[in-house]
């Protein structure tokens, strides 16, 4: 007994021994040796750990479910399946190309910006909350790839999940409604083999478009510790850029909203493609992805971590 704390003689004979055994060798770098930075935090493990997580089960399952719930708002409410002309909802059940394109069209406001925003806003922000990212950090996993592992594996989620809707939406589309031409508002018909490249063309660029959403929410993501924080502001700006799209008093100015180009994907839809406001939407997306994603790196790499 010594100070009022009992000290076992041989847990501590056990504790030396054991520390004898560890490694005390530095490497060139300075860091002890057989340590290796890339062999941390590991995409594999980081993918296993982020799809046994709830809300990405939840998620990925309403995706799946919902050209389901689309057929049977059609089925229950009056439609005509040999209708050949009207908008986007009038045409869904011409063809399986046609069903594709409205659940794509439907969810774009909203549910297509919330998977992303959903994925990359919470990545960093939920370590942060469960004050975790501390303990990451101190493995140590270099703050760079914890940033790098956790986007890539964010966005592996969110294509996996922009490419699942319109593919169940295809295989549900033809099930009920068979294979057929791809029937634009313009009344364009476009075969089913050209619509089915149209489709995978619209499902590649709202993943690219929608990288300025991953780029914001990830900027969030490592500048709060709130993960509802950083999806709700990255879903919030999106929305306020589409309502502010609908000002026509901004005139040109709205050109510069990164939601101005997010359903330019309709022009594939047609037999005389315009591609002006195609490349406008991807370099507007590029730019807005870029910058946001710098400005993540740098607010996290010098950012202090306390949880």
């Known amino acids: 007994m010594h100070g009022g704390v009992h000290t076992d003689p041989a847990a501590l004979t056990e504790l030396t021994?054991?520390?004898?055994?560890?490694?005390?060798?530095?490497?060139?770098?300075?860091a002890v040796a057989g340590y290796r930075a890339d062999r941390t935090l590991r995409l594999g493990v980081e993918l296993k750990r982020q799809l046994r997580r709830r809300r990405t089960q939840l998620l990925l399952g309403f995706v799946a479910v919902l050209p389901f719930i689309l057929v049977l708002a059609f089925e229950l409410g009056q439609s005509s399946p040999n209708r050949r002309s009207g908008g986007f909802v009038d045409l869904a059940t011409a063809s399986a190309p046609n069903f594709v394109v409205l659940a794509l069209f439907v969810s774009g406001t909203f549910l297509l910006p919330m998977i992303v925003a959903l994925f990359f806003?919470?990545?960093?922000?939920?370590?942060?909350?469960w004050s975790s990212l501390k303990y990451l950090l101190a493995?140590?996993?270099?703050?760079?790839?914890?940033?790098?592992?956790?986007?890539?594996?964010?966005?592996?989620?969110?294509?996996?999940?922009?490419?699942l809707l319109p593919l169940v939406s295809l295989v549900v589309g033809l099930i009920w409604y068979g294979a057929g031409d791809a029937i634009s508002p313009t009344g364009d018909a476009v075969p089913f083999g050209k619509s089915l490249v149209a489709i995978g063309l619209s499902t590649v660029y709202i993943i690219v478009q929608l990288a300025w959403v991953a780029g914001l929410a990830l900027l969030l993501s490592v500048s709060t510790d709130a993960p509802l924080g950083a999806v709700g502001g990255a879903v919030l700006v999106a929305i306020l850029s589409q309502i502010l799209d609908q000002i026509?008093?901004?005139?040109?100015?709205?050109?510069?909203?990164p939601t101005h180009y997010s359903f330019s994907?309709?022009?594939?839809?047609?037999t005389d493609i315009d591609w002006t406001n195609i490349?406008?939407?991807l370099f507007s997306a590029a730019v807005y992805g870029t910058v946001f994603l710098l400005l993540a790196g740098r607010r996290f790499a010098t950012k202090d971590i306390t949880s």
């Open 279 to 281: 490349a406008s939407g």
């Open 121 to 129: 806003g919470d990545t960093i922000a939920s370590e942060s909350s």
């Open 248 to 257: 026509t008093a901004l005139a040109g100015l709205r050109n510069y909203l």
């Open 139 to 163: 493995i140590p996993v270099p703050r760079h790839r914890v940033l790098r592992q956790k986007a890539i594996v964010s966005g592996i989620l969110s294509v996996a999940a922009l490419v």
């Open 265 to 270: 994907w309709i022009d594939l839809i047609s």
């Open 17 to 30: 021994d054991v520390a004898s055994h560890e490694p005390a060798e530095v490497g060139p770098d300075g």
